[in-house]
């Protein structure tokens, strides 16, 4: 691990950038506690400065205060709306949807749902400021604001709001709302086009400050927004260029590179580099003859290895060699944040050019902590306090201001803290950096710090069109959140409170990481562990695993039946080709006999009484130990379903994660469902003793989709309640299901508990039918699933039904309103209907848009399907993998060739050619239909259906949904919440998931499992599944009560 | 035979609490309550009270902060209900008041119960039950009713034991959705006082929301400056 201080050692930066490189990476999930106490030294203030700082702070926020005029409106719109009111994220939701929403009727809906629930009448009283009134009621008319009367500032708040908008009808309320929200636009944004921008910044420029410009807007999904925004910046940098000079420093140019590219993604690496370099690089010739210096934005922790690398290639490009005109953004709740400096400063060392740096705190930290715990990772990429960023931001600085980096990085300061910039005037010896800070905020700090000082402040200003606001709004307001900004906190807040050193704040508490926020693996509690993996797109996770799975590519696994854990005579062994490759040998099966199948079936009849007499305590720990042995063998396991799966690498991962996950969980739920003997008193008033005992003998059908997870899912919750289990999974895939089956015996399961049988049809009638079995688990397609059904009630000789559980297929639809934001609709979409070429029961089949948006959503799609990626699913850069076999290609090929004549094409994702042939890929492709009654049966590869639905009809199209019988997953996508919840409860689905993909459910989290169509219940990975398992037994009867 | 789709879907959408008020109200109603059987009527019906007393909270899951996950149980949908000759009264009963509190919809097919049914009808009716939430079926629609694609589920009660395998048969027979079997087959109700019974009358649901998308993740915000 780096040593901070020594960091501030000259020597350190005169290191080749190679050098310090490899130091950055490893401090991605660093301890956090053990890191800040490295850097807290770095941040110490020496007790003169200490008391300077707090005296000169203070002094500040009491000018401020005191000076009437002071406050900008957006700084009280921020104050009065802090995130931690109901109202305040009201209205940013309203304001962040309303100015895109093309229907008056949607707009009229959102401002319902949004103002009806909130005490806006506080916010109307306790603030002066026009903005914050205009906001919060919405209603200027015809330029004049609508007062209350004095009625209304007794009555309760949303009573008040009904009489309002009763009166003035809700037309005139909408044309209200979007007007102040074009005000909220216009004090956020600088100007819709450089030029009004320049115009509205001059008397900035003439009380000394200068610009940073921004261009608004989303990143890129498709080539055609990349081109757009491209353009865009090629503009700015001529309008910047033609700026007149002052003595204020040139304004500048701040670049969002995902912006710039539609894969912006580490996985994409080798394009990236190669294609958005080249689009930089025209940027930068142009700004370099224009003396227009350039920034490249900070982006998601996920990115920043990859902007780092980006930026090299260009600092170091022959055409820009020599300028010192290009800048990087650097956030200062990273871990990693003091590593990057460094390596900067030896970047500048050797090249010889100035670096602008503008040290920032960071915008999207509850995204980074949401992502971890998602994903499983092994930490988080930034702090979990403020006052550690903080410290991280002082110990960066006091790097930035060091003599040894002075004229290789200038140091640009951006904050809204009037302690934070002092402190960094006490800690600098010298005037060669800068201040910034957002256009609309800081106003009356930023002023009061020009004015004492002769160092330069810049603005940040977003220019851009207004409809793209508020996704930028929100991230500052999170910003304000997460780092207690000056205007953040209450005007009343004691200024003593508002000055205390970061490094006094953190030295102080009892641990420096924060205790409320629980590493990614800690997030269930006590209960059970989380599974974990590592990041792909961080180098020093992803390297070593890739080098591990790598180890894989060649093993040769095998698979045969196993019945007490012996191998019965087998019949040939039978080779195992993958389906991205048929030439690509995986292993070899030797299938089983339907003779196989009942002697498994007898074996585990034999041994399920002494199973069950095992203590659950003991049965559960045995999976607590396979999930562990699944962590340690999880490149193995991840080579194994990409090469006899085909599923690409995070789908790997992820399928392992589930299988860890179902063996935790169901482990820590046995415990609680053995329960003591119960006594139920009957009609007749005789009192039954029952014990919930295990049914006896299951079988377990596996599908390929998810050969691990679904395969140890199933046979898990059987074996851990106490009935012995005969398996046999999905043909496709038993490779990996016999190398859970060996880790199972591994983890200390009795060979005899568990028996294998590989084999299709012939072998899964042997099991249905036979007279042994208690329970069938099942996952697998519809008209299978009846099959089965059909085929245990036809058994002779018994007098029980045996229980089914069975989880099948959906038609699974996505109703997207036009309150919803495009982009993430698309790139929801993208994941729901392609990601495991679109193989997984809960993938989207219908794609159901107002028609209002539609257009919009559907050339988006267009466009950024045409960026996914097919091929090797071992490779990192691929988006979709094959479908599994040659029979579910030709199935779903056929599905394309008939599709009736009403119908097209929208888009369709190319195989690449080296797939055409000795592989089973399926173009992922969008289909547009003119009625729901063109959807026939679930198709079960990469396509998604489109129709389009008028506002007024939403009734009727989730009845239409629901008539076809199905029920398994339905996401929804919209920003009125009271809409949502309408479909959701008319829906008749298992699993909703209400704006974001529709797949992936996490054990425990989103227990899975539809109704109709899509299967029995109980759902998998939930509360009821395990007591399916068993039964209660009648062991006693009592006396009559 | 008609079942009215609006009407079911209201049913299905009232809290159990709500359900419970009105069927409630048709247990009290003289009709029944005169009945000999009554009292292990409102013995089962008790149980089903107790069972599902907590049924209309939502149960929070645990997982990554900025979502909120939801599990919460709601009616299959149609059932059918069938009774034996000789079957007791009160397990009728029994199986009918069970469904309906848990959101569903009755066809109701008791050829040998036929002022049963009249009077359950007449007390559902009164009790204000919304229309073709409970519809009586004659036993010359059973065939069709099994076939029926919105059937979820078929509610029995036997008389003998060897009558549950021909009738899963039967049911296995369907083209459309799997329809299970949830018998009684005992005349002491010893099945449907089981505390799994009234749960095999429902479906889970799960709800996702991202609640990011919907005004930022002020809970992490919260956790992030929360004293230690």
């Keep these: 691990m780096l040593q901070a201080n020594a960091v501030l050692n000259p020597e350190f930066i005169q290191q080749a950038p190679s050098a310090i490189w490899p130091l950055i990476s490893p401090l991605y999930a660093v301890d956090e506690s053990l890191w800040l106490q490295e850097l807290l030294p770095l941040a110490q203030p020496s007790p003169t400065q200490a008391t300077q700082i707090e005296t000169q702070a203070s002094a500040l926020i009491a000018q401020i205060r005191a000076d009437d005029g002071a406050m900008h409106m957006i700084d009280a719109l921020l104050l009065e709306y802090s995130l931690d009111t109901r109202e305040g994220i009201l209205l940013m939701c309203l304001a962040e949807a309303l100015i895109r929403i093309p229907d008056a009727a949607s707009a009229q809906a959102l401002i319902r749902d949004k103002l009806g629930v909130a005490d806006w009448h506080a916010h109307l009283r306790q603030s002066d400021s026009f903005l914050v009134n205009a906001s919060t009621w919405g209603l200027l008319l015809t330029g004049k604001v609508v007062t209350l009367s004095p009625q209304d500032t007794q009555a309760n708040a949303s009573q008040a709001l009904n009489r309002l908008v009763q009166r003035l009808g809700e037309p005139l309320i909408r044309r209200a709302m979007q007007q102040a929200m074009k005000i909220m636009g216009h004090q956020f944004v600088l100007g819709q086009t450089m030029q009004e921008a320049i115009r509205r910044g001059q008397p900035y420029r003439d009380k000394g400050y200068t610009y940073s410009f921004d261009m608004l807007g989303e990143a890129a999904l498709t080539q055609a927004d990349a081109q757009k925004y491209a353009a865009d910046y090629a503009k700015a940098i001529e309008a910047v260029g033609q700026y007149p000079s002052t003595q204020a420093p040139r304004p500048s140019v701040s670049i969002k590179l995902s912006a710039l590219h539609p894969r912006y993604e580490v996985a994409q690496k080798a394009r990236v580099l190669e294609e958005l370099c080249a689009s930089l690089l025209t940027l930068i010739r142009r700004a370099r003859i224009l003396d227009v210096h350039l920034t490249i934005d900070a982006e998601e922790a996920d990115r920043l290895e990859l902007s780092l690398e980006v930026f090299q290639a260009l600092y170091q490009h022959p055409e820009v060699q020599g300028w010192g005109g290009l800048g990087l953004v650097v956030q200062a709740y990273s871990k990693r944040a003091l590593a990057v400096l460094a390596w900067l400063a030896s970047l500048a060392h050797q090249g010889g050019d100035l670096i602008p740096v503008r040290l920032v705190k960071g915008a999207y930290w509850d995204a980074e902590i949401k992502l971890c715990q998602q994903r499983g990772l092994s930490g988080y990429p930034v702090f979990t306090r403020k006052e550690a960023t903080d410290v991280s931001y002082l110990a960066c600085a006091r790097f930035l201001l060091s003599e040894p980096v002075r004229g290789k990085l200038w140091p640009q300061f951006a904050s809204h803290n009037a302690h934070t910039l002092v402190a960094i005037q006490q800690m600098a010896s010298h005037q060669a950096y800068e201040f910034q800070r957002l256009h609309g905020m800081g106003d009356a700090l930023h002023d009061r710090i020009l004015a004492s000082s002769q160092v330069a402040t810049r603005i940040y200003a977003p220019v851009g069109s207004h409809k793209d606001l508020l996704p930028y709004l929100v991230r500052r307001l999170l910003e304000n959140g997460a780092n207690s900004s000056f205007v953040h906190v209450d005007a009343n807040c004691p200024i003593a409170d508002l000055v205390q050193h970061p490094w006094h704040a953190l030295s102080a508490k009892v641990s420096l990481h924060n205790p409320h926020i629980p590493l990614p693996v800690a997030i269930y509690g006590s209960e059970r562990p989380a599974s974990t993996g590592p990041n792909l797109f961080i180098d020093s996770q992803a390297t070593p695993f890739l080098q591990a799975v790598a180890q894989f590519h060649t093993t040769q696994w095998q698979a045969s039946a196993s019945i007490n854990g012996q191998t019965p005579q087998t019949s040939a062994w039978q080779p195992v080709y993958a389906p991205w490759d048929h030439s690509h040998q995986v292993g070899q099966i030797a299938w089983s006999s339907p003779e196989d199948a009942h002697a498994a079936l007898n074996a585990a009849a034999d041994y399920q009484a002494a199973w069950a007499q095992v203590a659950v305590t003991e049965r559960a720990d045995i999976f607590r130990r396979m999930a562990q042995l699944m962590q340690t063998h999880l490149a193995e396991l991840v080579a194994l379903c990409q090469r006899e799966a085909g599923k690409t690498l995070q789908d790997s991962i992820d399928e392992v994660r589930e299988a860890v996950d179902f063996c935790y969980y169901y482990g820590a739920r046995a415990q609680e469902i053995s329960e003591q003997p119960l006594e139920i008193t009957d009609l007749t008033g005789v009192i039954r003793r029952y014990q919930r005992q295990p049914r006896g003998v299951w079988v377990c059908i596996s599908p390929w989709n998810f050969p691990l997870a679904i395969f140890l899912g199933q046979i898990s919750a059987a074996l851990v309640t106490g009935n012995t289990v005969v398996a046999k999974p999905a043909p496709q895939t038993s490779l990996i299901a016999y190398r859970a089956l060996e880790l199972l015996y591994q983890a200390g399961l009795p060979k005899q508990a568990l028996h294998l049988v590989l084999g299709a049809g012939e072998v899964g009638a042997a099991l249905t039918s036979a007279t042994q079995v208690a329970g069938v688990a099942f996952t697998g397609s519809t008209p299978t699933a009846r099959h089965i059904y059909r085929a245990l009630a036809q058994r002779p000789q018994i007098d029980t039904p045996p229980v089914l559980i069975a989880e099948t297929g959906g038609q699974n639809a996505m109703i997207v309103d036009s309150t919803a934001l495009p982009e993430q609709v698309v790139k929801d979409v993208l994941l729901s209907g392609f990601a495991s070429a679109g193989q997984r029961c809960s993938a989207l089949r219908l794609l159901c848009v107002q028609e209002d948006i539609a257009e919009r959503v559907f050339d988006l799609l267009q466009g950024a399907m045409a960026e996914l990626r097919l091929g090797d699913p071992r490779e990192l850069a691929t988006d979709v993998g094959p479908v599994i076999d040659q029979v579910a290609q030709t199935k779903l090929e056929a599905h394309l060739t008939n599709l009736g004549a009403k119908t097209h094409i929208l888009a369709q994702t190319p195989i690449p050619e080296a797939y055409q042939q000795q592989a089973t890929f399926v173009a992922p492709t969008a289909i547009r239909l003119q009625s729901l009654d063109q959807l026939g049966e679930e198709e079960f590869g990469p396509f998604v259906h489109l129709l389009t639905y008028r506002a007024n009809e939403l009734p009727q199209l989730i009845q239409q949904i629901n008539a076809k019988g199905y029920g398994l997953t339905l996401g929804i996508h919209s920003r009125n919440e009271t809409t949502a919840a309408y479909i959701e409860a008319c829906a008749r689905v298992g699993n909703t998931y209400i704006n974001r993909n529709q797949i992936g459910a996490v054990v425990g989290v989103q227990p899975f499992g539809g109704q109709g169509l899509s299967g029995t219940g109980p759902k998998a990975g939930g509360p009821h599944y395990l007591a399916s398992f068993t039964h209660l037994v009648e062991c006693g009867v009592g006396d009559q009560s | ?228």
Aim: charged share 15%; aromatic share 8%.
């Design chain 2, 1 to 228: 035979m008609t079942v009215l789709a609006s009407q079911v879907s209201d049913w299905q959408h009232l809290s159990f609490q709500a359900r419970r008020h009105i069927l409630d109200q048709a247990l009290q109603s003289a009709a029944l309550k005169d009945a000999v059987f009554y009292a292990q009527v409102h013995r089962l019906w008790t149980h089903f009270n107790q069972v599902s007393a907590t049924w209309d909270q939502t149960l929070v899951l645990p997982g990554p902060t900025g979502e909120s996950n939801e599990l919460y149980l709601t009616a299959r949908g149609l059932s059918f209900i069938y009774a034996e000759k000789n079957a007791a009264e009160s397990l009728i009963l029994g199986q009918i008041f069970a469904s309906l509190l848990c959101g569903n919809s009755v066809l109701c097919c008791l050829p040998e119960h036929k002022e049963l049914l009249q009077q359950v009808e007449q007390v559902l009716t009164q009790a204000k039950l919304p229309a073709g939430v409970f519809t009586p079926a004659q036993v010359e629609d059973l065939a069709q009713a099994l076939q029926r694609p919105e059937l979820r589920l078929m509610q029995a009660v036997l008389t003998e034991p060897t009558q549950v395998i021909p009738w899963c048969q039967r049911l296995a027979q369907g083209t459309q959705v799997l329809v299970p079997l949830i018998y009684e087959a005992y005349p002491d109700g010893r099945t449907l006082l089981m505390p799994d019974y009234l749960l095999k009358l429902v479906t889970e649901r799960t709800r996702t929301i991202n609640t990011t998308a919907v005004g930022g993740n002020a809970t992490l915000l919260e956790l992030g400056s929360r004293h230690d």
